[in-house]
């Protein structure tokens, strides 16, 4: 029953001392490395990209 979890590789213990040697090892620190990696695209980076950037109205006139 393992209690004991690694939220970042997504793997249980059954006990604290192998979890913490888990945390130790080269698998984990690279999959904490790559989670904290820059943050993925977004689809308005895909349109701007690809020349489809946010539309331009004109300037905004004064109402009343």
Known sequence: MGQFYCLHCDRYFANIEVR??????KRHKKKVKLMNGPAPHTQLDAELAAGMGMPDN?????SA
């Open 20 to 25: 913490d040697e888990h945390f130790r090892s």
């Open 58 to 62: 004109g300037p905004k006139l004064m």
